[in-house]
């Protein structure tokens, strides 16, 4: 039995709170454990491993005298270093500096050379990456990655007949011939909706016409959590026949619908698994980025749509598919900034800045939908948590290793006064920030 699959059935704040937790814990533990590491391979002594803040809950002492301990509050980590004056690094004890001999202060950060201060700060960004590219790796080895030729993996159910098999070449749809899967979506677009088209396959060596189902049908492939669709109900695998009483028999007539609806709500019968249900929702405006850069803004109800069938996969090698990782998670990092400065200009909502309790909501939705879809939230969350580190704010790590340019470029770190203001400067603009987006959660951006 799924485990995360038991979420709406429990329902409840207690549970999502659960799920932000243990995203949040594991994106942060593997953010600390880089600093951690590789301040250790830089000769920097760590005194204390957090996960969490506040009482420590637990605590054991390594054999190298690190403290690995868990706090109650579980909403971030830290690890401090010998010689440090805080948990966030922000400067050394001049005190206690005093104290240690060359030796010792070389194991300290402060004492510690250039590149390895440098190294040490960039890892904890780094490793949320690798996390990131480390997920997305290991579902492209085990989902496989479509082919290009028009054939039948697997067959989903629908309302109208399947008369497609797995192991189904598909040689032409309505007598147009297609090489290829996107030969294939490219004449979807030509042939008007209708219940069944005429296929001819290469069945078995033997070519064979069918009646079958229209080739991009009005199903769910997916439910994006935190949508209309989600929050009415809807699931992976239903399938919309009619939209406010006018059937419908492909996906392009429930995006042009929702789209036509500005916003008025929508009633769709759905086809469930044999049963028919009606779902009343209220499609929200989305800013989706482009292909090419920039974005779009439509009315959408969440629902990722998909053919008919699913096409045949292949397993990719080790070297493909963590290439495909690391472009998926830059196409991640890419798409947050482009949607960050369109933000910015004014260009799309603001309400596409989340703060924790929006992301904490859609980490409980992510689990509702299961394992493998909470899996990739968390990859996809950590690539954010490593973007956001490496801006060059004061008290993140792109801050401190904007410090570490200058001193590289002039030869001397910034004065202890200097410092102070601008890591109070970084901390009240976190701080504005981070209020901001728990406006939007709460008050701004409420559906």
């Known amino acids: ?169 598909i040689l032409s749809v309505e007598g147009r011939e297609v090489a290829t899967l996107t030969d294939f979506s490219a004449v979807i677009e030509d042939i008007p909706p209708a219940p069944t088209v005429r296929y001819t396959v290469d069945r078995g060596g033997v070519r064979t016409m069918i009646e079958g189902p229209y080739p991009f049908p009005a199903i769910a492939d997916a439910v994006q959590p935190q949508s209309a669709a989600f929050d009415a109900g809807m699931r992976a695998g239903d399938v919309v026949t009619a939209v406010d009483g006018r059937p419908i028999h492909a996906f392009a007539e429930l995006r042009a619908a929702v789209g036509e609806s500005d916003g008025r709500p929508v009633l769709l019968t759905v086809w469930r698994a044999g049963e028919m249900l009606e779902v009343a929702l209220v499609p929200r405006r989305v800013d989706l980025p482009l292909p090419g850069g920039g974005f779009e803004t439509r009315w959408l109800i969440g629902l990722t749509g998909g053919l008919a069938f699913v096409p045949e996969a292949r397993t990719p090698g080790p070297v493909e598919a963590i290439v495909l990782g690391a472009e998926q998670t830059w196409a991640i990092a890419r798409t947050s900034l482009s949607g960050l400065w369109h933000m910015l200009t004014g260009a799309i909502s603001a309400c596409n800045l989340r703060g924790p309790i929006g992301i904490a909501e859609t980490s409980g939705a992510a689990a509702s939908q299961g394992i493998d879809s909470f899996i990739w939230f968390v990859a996809m969350l950590s690539t954010a948590v490593g973007l956001l580190n490496l801006f060059p704010i004061p008290i993140l790590d792109g801050g401190h290793l904007v410090f570490h340019a200058w001193e590289a470029a002039t030869g001397r770190p910034p004065g202890d006064r200097a410092l102070r203001v601008l890591m109070a400067a970084g901390l009240a603009l976190l701080g504005t920030l981070m209020i901001f987006a728990l406006g939007n959660d709460i008050i701004f951006c409420r559906h």
């Open 1 to 169: 039995m799924d485990f995360f699959a038991l979420i709406p059935s429990f329902g409840g704040i207690a549970w999502t709170v659960l799920a932000f937790v243990v995203a949040l814990s594991v994106i942060v533990a593997v953010h600390e454990y880089g600093h951690y590491i590789v301040g250790r391979w830089t000769g920097i002594h760590a005194e204390v491993f957090s996960l969490g803040f506040g009482p420590v809950l637990f605590a054991r002492k390594d054999r190298r005298g690190t403290r690995w301990q868990v706090a109650a509050l579980p909403f971030g980590g830290y690890v401090k270093f010998l010689g440090d004056a805080d948990a966030a690094s922000s400067g050394a004890d001049p005190r206690l500096m005093a104290q240690l001999t060359a030796d010792e202060r070389r194991r300290t950060m402060a004492g510690a050379p250039l590149w390895a201060r440098a190294a040490t700060v960039a890892a904890g960004p780094l490793f949320n990456f690798a996390l990131s590219i480390l997920v997305f790796t290991g579902f492209f080895l085990v989902r496989g990655v479509a082919t290009d030729l028009p054939v039948v993996g697997a067959t989903k159910p629908l309302p109208a007949a399947q008369t497609l098999v797995e192991g189904d070449r």
